[in-house]
């Protein structure tokens, strides 16, 4: 475990602000779903997370020490690595979320069972872990995120074809292991282009913000995600009440696939994001490497 030298201090302000902010944001997303985008609750909390946020920023521009370094995320691959992980982490994170309650609710699954029909893609990050960490050497990070995330996108409008009548064998895992395929893809280079030119100083923090920026996005988009689910959810029920005692779990299902689809999209945006972000090569293996060494 590496230890940043100098002048250490705590940024309270910044602690606050950022948390507060952050709360705010996902609240008011979460009120969405309940009581629309019009509701006075659902606005006040969104233009209370963004004067928070901003009120954030300018602290870490003027304390001392800052919680979070601007001169970390305003480099251009760092800053497209945290970008790019916070886009993934919204589009990832719901899909386990819609998913997990597909195979419960309408399948019928025991959580122990839906657990286990999740472990495809477990198994395919680690097989497909291992490809990436030889190919990164020979190709460098661009190459295999970009097409990562597309095969990820894919996998994801694949989901879209399930119906409470459809199985887990040939509509759920086949875009499971698309999906698991390219996310190794882009986990494993997304690791070193994170830490890309950083000092010693900053290389705890640096790599904090790959995991915080993914846990925001993944905060953020089930949020997001669980509004847009619930409206489309609310809309088909309410125009096919002729499938009587049917239209519960075939609006839940449209509901779930309306969302993979917005996931599909944030993918789709997150490869985009890497595309004009990261710029670097091969030679971003061996700064890391050095950077870990401090």
Do not use: C
């Amino acid at each position: 475990e590496s230890k940043a030298q100098g002048d250490n201090t705590y940024d309270i302000p910044g602690v606050i602000t950022a948390t507060a902010g952050l709360f705010s944001l996902t609240y008011g997303f979460n009120e969405a779903a309940t009581k629309g985008w019009s509701s006075s609750t659902t606005i006040s909390f969104l233009v209370a997370a963004a004067v928070l946020l901003v009120i954030f920023v300018v602290i870490e521009m003027k304390v001392a020490n800052p919680l979070m370094p601007l001169r970390v995320v305003t480099e251009r691959n760092r800053g497209g690595s945290y970008l790019g992980s916070l886009v993934v982490g919204a589009g990832l994170f719901s899909m386990f979320l819609f998913l997990g309650l597909y195979l419960q609710v309408i399948l019928g699954y025991s959580p122990l069972r839906s657990g286990f029909a999740f472990l495809p893609f477990t198994a395919g990050i680690i097989v497909f872990a291992g490809i990436a960490s030889q190919l990164l050497p020979k190709f460098g990070p661009r190459l295999l995120m970009v097409p990562g995330l597309i095969f990820a996108g894919i996998g994801l409008l694949m989901m879209t074809r399930i119906t409470p009548e459809t199985s887990y064998v040939t509509h759920v895992l086949p875009s499971l292991l698309i999906m698991s395929s390219g996310m190794a893809l882009v986990f494993i280079p997304l690791t070193s282009t994170s830490l890309h030119g950083v000092s010693s100083h900053d290389t705890g923090v640096a790599s904090a913000m790959l995991n915080t920026s993914q846990q925001i996005g993944g905060s953020l988009g089930t949020a997001l995600l669980n509004t847009v689910a619930a409206t489309a959810t609310a809309t088909y029920a309410a125009a096919n009440t002729q499938l009587g005692d049917r239209v519960s779990s075939f609006a839940m299902t449209h509901g779930f696939t309306v969302a993979f689809k917005f996931s599909a999209v944030l993918l789709f945006a997150g490869a985009v994001v890497l595309f004009f972000f990261i710029n670097i090569g091969k030679e971003s293996l061996v700064e890391t490497e050095g950077a870990g060494m401090h």
